[in-house]
């Protein structure tokens, strides 16, 4: 069945690095990707996404990179912050589809 | 008001009880959906409405029962719960049913079987 994955369950980065967490997704008609962040207590919040019209699309401090050949997604965050401490996530939908599918989650802690 | 309610924020309930958890979305969204969010597990679909007609079941069981009277308002009524029931129940909307757009999320239900 469809899947998204995401490579590392957690990452540990010093504030003012650069963060770089990585996805994959399995089912070549997704044409839609997005990146989630969700802190404790609460909801996940949107952060950035990307069609696959596109291969790059950046935010503030963020960026989004798709590789449809490989099926991969990234999201980088420049200058780490530790309010930027929070679980992310990826997940990809398709205009055929129903819903959004999600990936498992990477945990991102920053230490200042 | 926030984009997506949710009330409660935590619940406790035995096997036998009977309880809903509501859904309310203030951004005239057509679509609202019902995920589950365990630990160590992606956020799992359960039920999506797309102007207030149930479009998608995703083999959730019978001890769940969703309830959409309007675009603004989602139910989740739950009954005879199991303990693995247990997590976070997030709902969301979105401007049109599908895959090719964001979701507004709640803050979510903290729903806790004994």
């Known amino acids: 069945g469809e899947s998204v994955g995401l490579h590392l369950p957690t990452l540990s980065v010093q504030e003012g690095d650069n963060s770089i967490i990585n996805c994959a997704y399995s089912?070549?008609?997704?044409?839609?990707f997005i990146w989630y962040k969700q802190e404790s207590g609460k909801g996940p919040q949107f952060i950035i996404d990307?069609?696959?019209?596109?291969d790059k699309r950046q935010g503030q401090r963020v960026t989004v990179l798709l590789n449809k050949t490989v099926k991969h997604l990234s999201l980088q965050i420049a200058a780490t912050q530790p309010g930027d401490s929070a679980v992310y996530f990826c997940?990809?939908?398709?205009?055929?589809?129903?819903?959004?599918?999600f990936g498992k989650g990477t945990t991102l802690s920053v230490s200042s | 008001e926030t984009g997506v309610t949710q009330t409660p924020r935590h619940l406790v309930m035995g096997m036998t009880n009977k309880k809903s958890l509501k859904c309310e979305q203030h951004?005239?969204?057509?679509?609202m959906y019902w995920y589950k969010q365990s630990a160590k597990k992606p956020l799992e679909l359960m039920f999506v409405?797309?102007?207030?007609?149930?479009?998608e079941n995703n083999s959730v069981p019978s001890r769940f029962s969703p309830e959409c009277p309007n675009s603004s308002h989602l139910f989740l009524h739950l009954h005879t719960l199991q303990p693995e029931d247990s997590a976070l129940y997030l709902c969301?909307?979105?401007?049109?049913?599908?895959?090719?757009?964001?979701?507004?999320f709640g803050e979510g239900s903290r729903l806790t079987v004994l």
């Open positions: 969301a909307s979105s401007q049109m049913w599908g895959g090719a757009g964001e979701l507004f």
């Open positions: 089912n070549s008609a997704s044409d839609y």
């Open positions: 990307i069609r696959s019209n596109m």
């Open positions: 997940a990809t939908g398709s205009q055929a589809g129903t819903a959004l599918i």
């Open positions: 951004l005239g969204h057509n679509a």
């Open positions: 409405y797309s102007l207030e007609e149930r479009v």
